[in-house]
Protein backbone atom coordinates (compact mmCIF):
# COMPACT_ATOMS: atom_id res chain seq x y z
CA UNK A 1 0.00 0.00 0.00
CA UNK A 2 3.48 2.09 0.83
CA UNK A 3 4.50 1.66 -2.36
CA UNK A 4 1.24 2.31 -4.34
CA UNK A 5 0.76 5.81 -2.44
CA UNK A 6 4.43 6.55 -3.32
CA UNK A 7 3.54 6.39 -7.10
CA UNK A 8 0.28 7.85 -6.83
CA UNK A 9 2.00 10.87 -5.22
CA UNK A 10 4.71 10.45 -7.74
CA UNK A 11 2.76 10.91 -10.34
CA UNK A 12 0.74 13.88 -9.19
CA UNK A 13 -2.32 12.24 -8.43
CA UNK A 14 -5.03 13.83 -6.38
CA UNK A 15 -5.34 10.64 -3.87
CA UNK A 16 -8.77 10.28 -1.88
CA UNK A 17 -9.11 7.47 0.87
CA UNK A 18 -12.59 6.12 2.08
CA UNK A 19 -11.66 4.21 5.65
CA UNK A 20 -14.45 1.73 6.87
CA UNK A 21 -14.83 -1.38 8.57
CA UNK A 22 -16.64 -3.43 6.60
CA UNK A 23 -20.15 -3.78 6.25
CA UNK A 24 -20.67 -1.79 3.77
CA UNK A 25 -23.74 0.13 3.16
CA UNK A 26 -25.08 2.83 1.02
CA UNK A 27 -23.84 5.57 3.06
CA UNK A 28 -20.27 4.27 2.89
CA UNK A 29 -20.73 3.93 -0.79
CA UNK A 30 -21.91 7.52 -0.99
CA UNK A 31 -18.41 8.60 0.79
CA UNK A 32 -16.61 6.12 -2.09
CA UNK A 33 -18.70 8.27 -4.63
CA UNK A 34 -17.91 11.50 -3.29
CA UNK A 35 -14.31 10.25 -2.77
CA UNK A 36 -14.32 9.27 -6.65
CA UNK A 37 -15.87 12.66 -7.60
CA UNK A 38 -13.10 14.73 -6.19
CA UNK A 39 -10.32 12.57 -6.90
CA UNK A 40 -8.06 10.78 -9.76
CA UNK A 41 -7.61 7.82 -7.51
CA UNK A 42 -9.48 6.15 -4.34
CA UNK A 43 -8.58 3.82 -1.89
CA UNK A 44 -10.86 2.37 0.36
CA UNK A 45 -9.65 0.41 3.24
CA UNK A 46 -11.81 -2.31 5.83
CA UNK A 47 -10.26 -3.18 8.52
CA UNK A 48 -12.22 -3.96 11.58
CA UNK A 49 -10.09 -2.37 14.60
CA UNK A 50 -10.42 -4.18 17.65
CA UNK A 51 -8.59 -0.90 19.95
CA UNK A 52 -12.14 0.49 19.16
CA UNK A 53 -14.68 -1.83 21.23
CA UNK A 54 -14.61 -2.47 24.79
CA UNK A 55 -14.04 -5.54 26.21
CA UNK A 56 -18.46 -5.95 26.30
CA UNK A 57 -18.87 -4.53 22.96
CA UNK A 58 -19.17 -6.25 19.62
CA UNK A 59 -15.40 -6.93 18.40
CA UNK A 60 -16.46 -10.64 17.40
CA UNK A 61 -19.91 -10.40 15.75
CA UNK A 62 -19.14 -7.35 13.99
CA UNK A 63 -20.90 -7.88 10.44
CA UNK A 64 -17.89 -9.30 7.99
CA UNK A 65 -18.59 -9.86 4.56
CA UNK A 66 -15.64 -9.34 2.39
CA UNK A 67 -17.00 -10.57 -0.53
CA UNK A 68 -19.98 -8.80 -0.80
CA UNK A 69 -18.52 -5.71 0.19
CA UNK A 70 -16.09 -6.10 -2.83
CA UNK A 71 -18.82 -6.04 -5.04
CA UNK A 72 -20.42 -3.25 -4.24
CA UNK A 73 -16.94 -1.34 -4.26
CA UNK A 74 -16.35 -2.73 -8.03
CA UNK A 75 -20.21 -1.34 -8.85
CA UNK A 76 -19.41 1.50 -7.42
CA UNK A 77 -16.32 1.88 -9.57
CA UNK A 78 -13.50 1.75 -6.89
CA UNK A 79 -10.07 -0.27 -8.26
CA UNK A 80 -8.33 -0.13 -5.10
CA UNK A 81 -9.22 -1.74 -1.37
CA UNK A 82 -6.77 -1.72 1.32
CA UNK A 83 -7.26 -5.21 3.82
CA UNK A 84 -4.45 -4.65 6.44
CA UNK A 85 -4.38 -7.34 8.84
CA UNK A 86 -4.06 -6.92 12.38
CA UNK A 87 -0.68 -7.73 12.95
CA UNK A 88 0.46 -4.70 10.45
CA UNK A 89 -1.64 -2.50 12.32
CA UNK A 90 -0.96 -3.52 16.12
CA UNK A 91 2.37 -5.40 15.91
CA UNK A 92 3.72 -7.44 18.85
CA UNK A 93 4.52 -4.82 21.55
CA UNK A 94 3.09 -1.91 20.22
CA UNK A 95 2.42 0.53 22.52
CA UNK A 96 1.39 4.02 20.88
CA UNK A 97 -1.87 5.85 21.17
CA UNK A 98 -3.72 8.96 20.19
CA UNK A 99 -5.93 10.78 22.22
CA UNK A 100 -7.49 13.77 21.61
CA UNK A 101 -8.07 15.56 24.88
CA UNK A 102 -11.59 17.55 25.80
CA UNK A 103 -13.28 16.47 22.75
CA UNK A 104 -12.99 12.69 23.40
CA UNK A 105 -13.89 13.10 27.06
CA UNK A 106 -17.86 13.09 26.82
CA UNK A 107 -20.83 11.45 25.16
CA UNK A 108 -19.63 8.51 23.26
CA UNK A 109 -16.37 9.05 25.03
CA UNK A 110 -18.14 8.14 28.41
CA UNK A 111 -20.07 5.68 27.16
CA UNK A 112 -17.49 3.86 25.71
CA UNK A 113 -14.06 4.54 27.67
CA UNK A 114 -11.52 4.13 25.15
CA UNK A 115 -13.47 3.74 22.23
CA UNK A 116 -11.65 7.63 20.72
CA UNK A 117 -8.13 6.20 21.36
CA UNK A 118 -8.46 3.69 19.10
CA UNK A 119 -10.43 5.69 16.38
CA UNK A 120 -7.68 8.25 16.65
CA UNK A 121 -5.24 5.98 16.45
CA UNK A 122 -5.97 3.51 13.37
CA UNK A 123 -6.81 6.86 11.50
CA UNK A 124 -3.55 8.03 12.33
CA UNK A 125 -2.45 5.13 10.80
CA UNK A 126 -3.63 4.92 7.90
CA UNK A 127 -3.88 8.23 6.85
CA UNK A 128 -0.14 7.95 7.57
CA UNK A 129 0.07 4.49 5.22
CA UNK A 130 -2.22 6.25 2.23
CA UNK A 131 -0.96 9.58 2.69
CA UNK A 132 -4.09 11.01 0.73
CA UNK A 133 -4.95 14.62 -0.05
CA UNK A 134 -8.53 13.99 1.25
CA UNK A 135 -9.91 11.38 3.32
CA UNK A 136 -13.84 10.84 4.19
CA UNK A 137 -15.89 10.51 7.08
CA UNK A 138 -19.58 10.95 7.38
CA UNK A 139 -21.79 13.07 9.76
CA UNK A 140 -23.61 10.24 11.59
CA UNK A 141 -20.55 9.59 13.94
CA UNK A 142 -20.17 13.07 14.75
CA UNK A 143 -18.28 13.04 17.55
CA UNK A 144 -16.03 10.94 15.97
CA UNK A 145 -16.00 13.14 12.79
CA UNK A 146 -14.61 16.26 14.57
CA UNK A 147 -12.14 14.29 16.69
CA UNK A 148 -10.50 13.33 13.47
CA UNK A 149 -11.15 16.84 12.57
CA UNK A 150 -9.20 18.26 15.13
CA UNK A 151 -6.25 15.32 15.27
CA UNK A 152 -5.76 16.32 11.49
CA UNK A 153 -5.40 20.19 12.60
CA UNK A 154 -3.32 19.39 15.92
CA UNK A 155 -1.07 17.28 14.39
CA UNK A 156 -0.60 19.15 10.81
CA UNK A 157 -1.08 16.63 8.64
CA UNK A 158 -1.19 17.38 4.88
CA UNK A 159 -5.11 15.46 4.90
CA UNK A 160 -7.75 17.51 4.59
CA UNK A 161 -10.81 15.77 6.41
CA UNK A 162 -14.03 16.21 3.99
CA UNK A 163 -17.40 15.01 6.48
CA UNK A 164 -20.20 13.98 4.33
CA UNK A 165 -23.64 14.14 5.25
CA UNK A 166 -25.79 10.93 6.49
CA UNK A 167 -27.52 8.95 4.62
CA UNK A 168 -30.91 7.53 5.56
CA UNK A 169 -33.32 4.87 4.70
CA UNK A 170 -36.79 5.84 3.45
CA UNK A 171 -38.09 5.71 6.94
CA UNK A 172 -35.44 8.38 8.45
CA UNK A 173 -33.11 5.76 9.88
CA UNK A 174 -29.54 6.87 9.43
CA UNK A 175 -27.79 4.41 7.75
CA UNK A 176 -25.17 2.26 10.04
CA UNK A 177 -23.43 -1.64 9.45
CA UNK A 178 -25.44 -2.29 13.01
CA UNK A 179 -28.79 -1.77 11.53
CA UNK A 180 -28.48 -5.42 10.92
CA UNK A 181 -28.52 -6.40 14.29
CA UNK A 182 -31.97 -5.56 14.89
CA UNK A 183 -34.81 -7.42 14.71
CA UNK A 184 -38.16 -6.41 12.84
CA UNK A 185 -40.01 -4.95 16.34
CA UNK A 186 -36.78 -2.89 17.37
CA UNK A 187 -35.69 -1.53 13.35
CA UNK A 188 -39.53 -0.07 13.64
CA UNK A 189 -38.97 1.53 16.65
CA UNK A 190 -35.39 2.72 15.85
CA UNK A 191 -37.20 5.34 13.60
CA UNK A 192 -37.84 6.96 16.61
CA UNK A 193 -34.53 8.67 16.54
CA UNK A 194 -35.10 10.44 13.29
CA UNK A 195 -38.21 11.72 14.61
CA UNK A 196 -36.98 12.88 18.11
CA UNK A 197 -34.74 14.85 15.98
CA UNK A 198 -37.61 15.93 13.70
CA UNK A 199 -39.25 17.75 16.76
CA UNK A 200 -35.70 19.55 17.52
CA UNK A 201 -35.90 20.94 13.75
CA UNK A 202 -39.13 22.31 13.91
CA UNK A 203 -38.58 24.14 17.21
CA UNK A 204 -34.82 25.42 15.38
CA UNK A 205 -36.56 26.43 12.55
CA UNK A 206 -38.97 28.43 14.44
CA UNK A 207 -36.00 30.20 15.98
CA UNK A 208 -36.78 28.50 19.56
CA UNK A 209 -32.77 27.97 20.24
CA UNK A 210 -32.60 27.96 23.91
CA UNK A 211 -31.29 23.94 24.58
CA UNK A 212 -34.01 22.92 27.15
CA UNK A 213 -36.64 23.36 24.66
CA UNK A 214 -34.77 21.45 22.38
CA UNK A 215 -33.65 18.53 24.32
CA UNK A 216 -37.36 18.82 25.55
CA UNK A 217 -39.14 18.40 22.17
CA UNK A 218 -36.25 15.52 21.28
CA UNK A 219 -36.78 13.75 24.84
CA UNK A 220 -40.43 13.37 24.23
CA UNK A 221 -40.96 12.05 21.35
CA UNK A 222 -38.22 9.55 22.33
CA UNK A 223 -40.25 8.17 25.67
CA UNK A 224 -43.45 7.61 23.43
CA UNK A 225 -41.16 4.02 22.29
CA UNK A 226 -40.96 1.65 24.96
CA UNK A 227 -38.07 0.01 23.30
CA UNK A 228 -35.79 2.91 23.26
CA UNK A 229 -33.86 2.75 26.14
CA UNK A 230 -31.96 6.17 25.71
CA UNK A 231 -28.55 7.24 26.73
CA UNK A 232 -28.26 10.74 26.05
CA UNK A 233 -30.23 13.83 24.21
CA UNK A 234 -27.61 16.70 24.43
CA UNK A 235 -27.20 20.13 22.29
CA UNK A 236 -23.41 20.95 22.11
CA UNK A 237 -20.63 22.80 20.70
CA UNK A 238 -20.21 21.31 16.66
CA UNK A 239 -16.62 22.06 17.52
CA UNK A 240 -15.48 21.34 21.05
CA UNK A 241 -18.64 19.00 22.14
CA UNK A 242 -18.79 20.94 25.02
CA UNK A 243 -22.75 21.80 25.90
CA UNK A 244 -24.55 25.20 25.28
CA UNK A 245 -27.55 26.52 26.67
CA UNK A 246 -28.69 28.52 23.89
CA UNK A 247 -27.83 27.88 20.16
CA UNK A 248 -25.82 30.56 19.22
CA UNK A 249 -22.96 29.21 16.95
CA UNK A 250 -23.35 25.60 14.94
CA UNK A 251 -24.44 22.70 17.31
CA UNK A 252 -25.90 19.27 16.94
CA UNK A 253 -28.04 17.75 18.67
CA UNK A 254 -27.59 14.72 19.66
CA UNK A 255 -29.34 11.22 20.93
CA UNK A 256 -28.34 7.37 21.86
CA UNK A 257 -30.38 5.11 22.22
CA UNK A 258 -30.16 1.21 22.46
CA UNK A 259 -32.87 -0.76 20.89
CA UNK A 260 -32.66 -4.35 22.17
CA UNK A 261 -28.72 -5.01 22.53
CA UNK A 262 -28.08 -2.51 19.54
CA UNK A 263 -27.26 0.96 20.47
CA UNK A 264 -27.03 3.56 17.61
CA UNK A 265 -26.57 7.32 17.45
CA UNK A 266 -28.12 9.70 15.11
CA UNK A 267 -27.52 14.05 15.24
CA UNK A 268 -29.17 17.15 14.02
CA UNK A 269 -26.81 19.69 12.63
CA UNK A 270 -28.04 23.54 13.05
CA UNK A 271 -26.04 26.11 11.32
CA UNK A 272 -26.28 29.71 10.68
CA UNK A 273 -26.43 32.11 7.26
CA UNK A 274 -23.34 34.31 7.39
CA UNK A 275 -25.19 37.77 8.97
CA UNK A 276 -25.93 35.46 12.08
CA UNK A 277 -29.43 36.19 12.91
CA UNK A 278 -31.78 33.74 14.09
CA UNK A 279 -33.92 34.45 10.52
CA UNK A 280 -30.31 32.71 9.30
CA UNK A 281 -30.94 29.14 10.75
CA UNK A 282 -30.39 26.27 8.64
CA UNK A 283 -31.12 22.73 9.59
CA UNK A 284 -29.50 19.99 8.57
CA UNK A 285 -30.48 15.88 9.20
Known amino acids: MKEFARKQRAENTVLGLVPTMGALHEGHLALVKRALRDC???VASIFV?????GPAEDFARYPRGLQAD???LNNAGLQTLFLPAAAEIYPQNYSTYI???GVSDR???RSRPGHFRGVSTVVLKLLQIVQPQFAYFGRKDAQQAAI???MAKDLNLDTEIVICPIVREADGLAMSSRNIYLNPENRKAATVLHSALQAAQKLAEKSHLDSLSLQHAARHVLDQ???AHVDYVEIVDAKTFQPV????RPAYVLVAAKFGETRLLDNLLITFREDGSQKGVVTEL
Open 245 to 248: ANVS
Open 49 to 53: NPTQF
Open 40 to 42: SSV
Open 148 to 150: ITR
Open 99 to 101: TVE
Open 70 to 72: TAK
Open 107 to 109: LEG
Open 225 to 227: EPR
